[in-house]
């Protein structure tokens, strides 16, 4: 029954290839997914509010957002220096605890698991891209990328293998051996991006994975992103400032303070208005 709604919804939703993924074609889509129930593989949070200090010390840095990452699909998140952006991916990620509301993965609201069980979900279900990568130096790349799965449990050669292929599918043959530092800043971003899908993840979260690359070298960095996640079957969130990177994704969400205030790029705070 569940697996019925879940091929339907993936049929309706299938994600397109990168190249096609514009914004512009997201929006004709979006009513018909946001009418749709949640199925499995959706990632979905309802009302998130996180409030950091207390009385007329307290940041509202999520003031109520609503928003799912339906299964498969990409997801830009921009809006101005902040704005919530990092603290809304942290709370879908499971790393941030919510004030209030809730995010929904596979059935478990995130807020109500354990520590333990939290952290063996976010090793077991995400994978992260960081914006400097947070590669260990000491490690040649295929170990960076198969950390995590070792992490899981998986045999070190098994995962040391998987890891390598995951490589070459990022144009990284022959780089297997080479430490962080021997990389370039996009080689190690695909690195990054090698460790973050090695773990077969249901949804990637990346925070500003181009904001240490120049622009070709971001572009890069993107469609790779974009495109790996999508042959994988995981959804992708990325937190970026850049308009350029946001529409590789097919769904771009504006914040400011704290909210979702526009769609596919659109934001509508009053002009003249400041962010905190
Ligand atoms: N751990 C924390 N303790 C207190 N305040 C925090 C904490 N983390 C974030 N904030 C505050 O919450 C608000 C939102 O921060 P957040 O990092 O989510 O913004 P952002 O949109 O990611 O910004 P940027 O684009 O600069 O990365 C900001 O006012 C920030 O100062
Ligand atoms: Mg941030």
Known sequence: MLDDTRNTRRVRSAPRPPEAGHAAQAREATPARQAAPAVAGDLVATDLVKTYGDGAAATHALAGVDLTVPAGESLAVMGPSGSGKTTLLHCLAGIVTPTSGSVIWRGADLATLSD????????????????????????????????????????????????????????????????????????????????????????VFADEPTGALDQPTGAD??????ATAHAAGASL?????????????????????????????AHTAPEGEHRR
Do not use: K
């Not at 098994?158 to 990022?170: E, F, G, K």
């Open 116 to 203: 333990r069980r939290r952290t063996a979900l976010r090793r077991s279900d995400f994978g992260f891209v960081f914006q400097s990568g947070r590669l260990l130096p000491e490690l040649p790349a295929v170990e960076n990328a198969a950390l995590p799965l070792m992490l899981a449990g998986t045999p070190r050669d098994v995962a040391t293998a998987q890891a390598a292929q995951w490589l070459v599918r990022l144009g990284l043959a022959g780089m297997e051996q080479r430490r962080p530092g021997e990389l370039s800043g996009g080689q190690a971003q695909r690195v990054a991006i090698a460790r973050a899908l090695a773990g077969s993840p249901g949804v």
């Open 221 to 226: 960095v993107i469609q790779m992103l974009v």
């Open 237 to 265: 969130v990325v937190v970026t400032h850049d308009i350029n990177v946001a529409r590789h994704c097919a769904r771009i969400v504006t914040m400011y303070d704290g909210r979702i205030s526009g769609e596919d790029g």
